[in-house]
């Protein structure tokens, strides 16, 4: 099976500005999670979507949002950017529950 | 709400040496894994437990999940290079639809 795909691998942006991030799950898979990586505050769960639903919500303001597709594949969305935004964006998809997730190559965004 | 502490944060042996990293969850939880990321790459899957006291070995890795479930290790024997990364435990609370909780990492370097 083909793995988790995200694009972009690599954005720049500048304050004020949005930007929306895709993820493709493994096939089959319908649970898709994303989480936010810094250096300093380590891997951040942001949100999972199972069957287009989200069902968990992480610690982050409203300008971060997502959403599933039917086919499974997930966005991610970040409106007025912040500096503090840069990160590595991740996601994750499983079969669900207590399944393994399989984490995409990620998406760096800098926030300039 | 949920929090998994994982110490220590870094850790820098010499080749050969052992390795351990601890993970403490402030509530019990219903599995932890437990997840390797490279230099450079995206976390990826090592092993999960699921029962209390629950011992699985991977060749020169051994983990262990606390008889009360709140707590877990990961200890490698003879460190090699190729061990160099962040390993990660991750927590999930109650129900396969609770959102998995990540610790903060522990950063393994290696003196050849």
């Known amino acids: 099976k083909a793995g988790v795909t995200q694009t972009p691998r690599y954005l720049i942006k500048t304050r004020g500005q949005q930007v929306t991030l895709s993820c493709s799950p493994i096939?089959?898979?319908?649970?898709v999670s994303w989480y936010q990586q810094t250096p300093g505050q380590g891997l951040q769960f942001l949100f999972e979507?199972?069957?287009?639903?989200?069902?968990n919500k992480g610690n982050f303001p409203g300008r971060f949002s997502g959403r599933q597709f039917s086919n499974s594949r997930s966005e991610m969305n970040v409106s007025t950017l912040e500096l503090g935004d840069s990160a590595l964006y991740l996601c994750?998809?499983?079969?669900?529950?207590?399944?393994?997730?399989?984490f995409g190559p990620g998406t760096r965004l800098t926030v300039l | 709400g949920q929090q998994v502490m994982q110490i220590p944060q870094y850790q820098h042996v010499q080749e050969g040496e052992d390795f351990t990293t601890y993970c403490n969850s402030s509530?019990?939880?219903?599995?932890i894994q437990w997840y390797k990321q490279r230099p450079g790459g995206h976390p990826v899957f090592l092993i999960q437990?699921?029962?209390?006291?629950e011992v699985k070995k991977q060749k020169r890795l051994t983990f262990q999940f606390g008889e009360a479930k709140k707590n877990s290790s990961l200890h490698i024997t003879a460190t090699q290079t190729t061990d160099v990364g962040t390993y990660f435990c991750?927590?999930?609370?109650?129900?396969?639809?609770?959102?998995?909780?990540f610790g903060s990492g522990t950063r393994l370097s290696i003196r050849p």
């Open positions: 509530t019990t939880l219903s599995n």
């Open positions: 437990l699921v029962k209390s006291g």
């Open positions: 994750a998809s499983s079969n669900g529950g207590t399944d393994t997730q399989y």
């Open positions: 991750a927590g999930q609370r109650y129900s396969s639809a609770s959102k998995i909780i």
């Open positions: 096939s089959g898979h319908r649970s």
């Open positions: 979507y199972f069957s287009e639903t989200q069902r």
